[in-house]
């Protein structure tokens, strides 16, 4: 019989191996595309999501059962998103531009990345838009990622950035802002 | 209607609605007429619609920002690498409930006191009373450092996962707390059988660590940062990560006897 997440959860609390095993299939693929989405490299978002549900399994009995499972999880894959990078940032992996606000370095994917995936991209555009990613920081990008590839609303994304709606849609607006400076000329152009 | 500035244009493009205030911050969301009432502007007033246009092709150009498929069995594959590490986290996952830590602490005991005895009944007859003592002396020790090597381990888990935290805000260690009750109650049980074996080195580290985990335990369960810095600070000053490290490492040598030992007899 097909379970809901908080099913299993209090399943895998009492100690339910399968009940998380569960957890894990459903939530994989998903938390890889963000994990991907905020690192930008393959690898890392694979070494994400293995970390992000050992951290889940550890914190499980402080899961809240009337939040959503999905959006803690997100939470946790975020946090775990931000440490890498910050990690890769402290073994000098990353030019990192300063950022005035908050104290969340600038997240960046690897400017010239031979990953497979992003040569396949191709294109001036596809880069470019890789390098405007780059140029936002980590609240930004966070609040952009969930905002608008996994279409979280503004209530879901603070929850998850651990601040104030207001402070989440700022975030949401800052990343626009600076994406559509860093694009436009390429998307006039291009027409 | 005045013309659309960009954060309205944004909100409009993922239909969540709201008016930014006075001072540029943004109130609550406003009525949903809002919505009709931009679509409206945005059909009349060709500088935001212009505007509105470009915005919508950024974002666009983004969508294209491709990202690697990962298969159906993605889950199962993610299950099978980290299966193992969880084996190894599965025994600190606690089952709610107060008689579940007094049983297993019960139980702990009761193995350790049932293997010394054991271990003393069945060992040769012909030895001499003194000899036997002695042999069952050693038994019961090294019973002793095997369980001790566990929950210093434990212990040391517990206490670093609480002086790793790094929170912005306020932090819930209920769980720790849960796991630190455990380790009190067993803390008491190893020191009072380190006492009677005589071994004064265990018995000086669980007494400082006992005290460290009544403290957790009757902490708050939400910890500010400086109440976490706090905790951290006197750790240092305790060194008693570096107490416990030091035990658990001899434990460990002495678990398993040296073959040049008389102890091998054993």
């Known amino acids: 019989m097909e379970c809901n997440d908080l099913g299993l959860v209090t399943k895998a609390r009492m100690g339910d191996p399968d009940a998380f095993r569960m957890l894990v299939e459903r939530h994989s693929r998903p938390l890889f595309r963000l994990a991907y989405r905020m690192t930008g490299n393959q690898q890392d978002a694979e070494d994400v999501v293995q970390d992000s549900f050992l951290r889940a399994y550890k914190q499980l009995a402080r899961f809240d059962e009337r939040a959503s499972f999905g959006t803690w999880l997100y939470r946790i894959a975020v946090n775990c998103s931000l440490d890498l990078v910050r990690s890769r940032k402290r073994r000098n992996e990353l030019v990192v531009p300063a950022d005035s606000e908050m104290d969340d370095s600038t997240l960046g994917l690897p400017s010239h990345d031979p990953a497979p995936d992003r040569i396949a991209m191709g294109g001036e555009v596809r880069e470019r838009v890789a390098e405007a990613m780059t140029e936002l920081s980590a609240s930004e990008r966070t609040a952009f990622v969930l905002r608008h590839f996994e279409g979280m609303c503004i209530e879901d994304v603070s929850r998850v950035l651990g601040c104030q709606p207001g402070a989440a849609k700022h975030s949401v607006f800052r990343a626009v802002q600076k994406l559509r400076r860093a ?8 027409r | 209607m005045n013309h659309l500035n960009e954060e309205q244009l944004i909100l409009h493009y993922y239909g969540e609605t709201g008016q930014p205030g006075e001072n540029g911050e943004l109130g609550d969301d406003a009525a949903a007429g809002d919505t009709l009432a931009a679509e409206r502007h945005l059909e009349e007033c060709g500088p935001c619609r212009t505007l509105y246009a470009s915005l919508q092709r950024v974002l666009n150009v983004v969508d294209g920002l491709p990202v690697p498929e990962r298969s159906a069995d993605y889950g199962t594959q993610v299950w099978q690498r980290i299966e193992r590490r969880l084996g190894a986290r599965r025994r600190t996952l606690r089952m709610p409930g107060g008689w579940w830590r007094w049983a297993a602490a019960g139980a702990a005991f009761a193995a350790l006191m049932v293997t010394a005895f054991v271990a003393g009944r069945f060992y040769p007859r012909h030895t001499e009373p003194a000899q036997l003592a002695a ?5 019961g020790e090294r019973v002793l450092l095997v369980a001790v090597g566990d929950y210093l381990e434990r212990s040391q888990m517990v206490l670093i996962e609480l002086t790793n935290a790094n929170p912005k805000g306020s932090t819930d260690i209920s769980a720790e707390q849960e796991r630190a009750g455990d380790l009190v109650t067993e803390t008491r049980l190893y020191r009072q059988t380190a006492a009677r074996t005589g071994d004064t080195r265990i018995t000086g580290v669980l007494d400082e660590l006992e005290r460290v985990l009544v403290d957790i335990t009757h902490a708050p369960p ?14 240092e000053a305790e060194g008693i990560l570096f107490k416990i490290r030091v035990l658990g490492s001899n434990v460990r040598n002495q678990e398993v006897p040296d073959a040049q030992t008389p102890r091998q007899t054993l």
Do not use: D, F, K
């Not at chain 1, 694009?183 to 291009?190: F, G, I, M, N, R």
């Not at chain 2, 940062?225 to 750790?235: C, D, G, K, N, S």
């Open chain 2, 135 to 139: 042999a069952e002396a050693q038994t």
């Open chain 1, 183 to 190: 694009l436009e000329p390429l998307v006039s152009t291009a």
């Open chain 2, 222 to 235: 939400e910890m500010t940062p400086r109440q976490l810095e706090a905790l951290r600070q006197r750790l």
